[in-house]
C-alpha cells in the first residue's frame, strides 16, 4: 500500500492510507487488518459505572470509567486496549467540547501510536439515566 501510514501489533495491523485525512488527532485509524490465525471477540457496549454501579454526571470520567472498564473485559479474553481493532462509541449530546475530550482520554488509555478504528454515533440518551457515553469493540486474540 503506497504510501500509507502503518502499525503492526500482535494479531494485526492498523492502515491510515495516504490518500485519506490522518485521524490520529482524533484517536482512530481508518483500516485494521488481522493477521494469519488471529480471532476476535466481541465486547458489549461498556458504559462509566463503577463496579457498584453508579455513574459521575462527568463526561470526562465517565469516558475514563468506560475505558477502564473496556480494560476489564478484554482482559477476560487475555487480550488488553492494545488489542482492540475496533470500537463504537455512543456519545449522548454530543459536540466538538466532548470530541477533543474523547482524543485525550483515548490518548492517555491507549497510549503513543495508532488507534483502533473507530465509529462515533451522537445519541440522544442511553441505556441508564446519566449515562452519557458507551463503547463497544472487538478485540483481536493471536491464536493459541
Do not use: C, W
Not at 37 to 50: D, N, P, V
Not at 108 to 125: C, D, F, K
Request: overall charge negative; aromatic content about 6%; cysteine-free.
Amino acid at each position: 500500500m503506497a504510501n500509507a501510514k502503518t502499525a503492526q501489533t500482535r494479531a494485526f495491523e492498523f492502515i491510515n492510507p495516504a490518500s485519506l485525512y490522518d485521524p490520529s488527532a482524533y484517536g482512530y485509524s481508518h483500516v485494521a487488518r488481522l493477521g494469519t490465525g488471529a480471532r476476535i471477540a466481541f465486547i458489549a457496549g461498556q458504559g462509566g459505572e463503577t463496579p457498584d454501579g453508579s455513574l459521575s454526571p462527568d463526561f470526562r470520567l465517565q469516558v475514563r470509567q468506560a475505558l477502564g472498564n473496556l480494560a476489564v473485559a478484554a482482559a477476560a479474553v487475555n487480550a488488553d486496549l492494545q488489542s482492540v481493532i475496533k470500537q463504537t462509541m455512543l456519545v449522548v449530546d454530543h459536540d466538538e467540547k466532548k470530541l477533543h475530550i474523547l482524543g485525550e482520554e483515548f490518548a492517555r488509555a491507549y497510549g503513543p501510536g495508532m488507534m483502533p478504528t473507530a465509529t462515533l454515533v451522537p445519541v440522544p440518551r442511553l441505556a441508564l439515566e446519566g449515562m452519557l457515553f458507551e463503547v463497544e469493540a472487538i478485540v483481536a486474540i493471536s491464536a493459541d
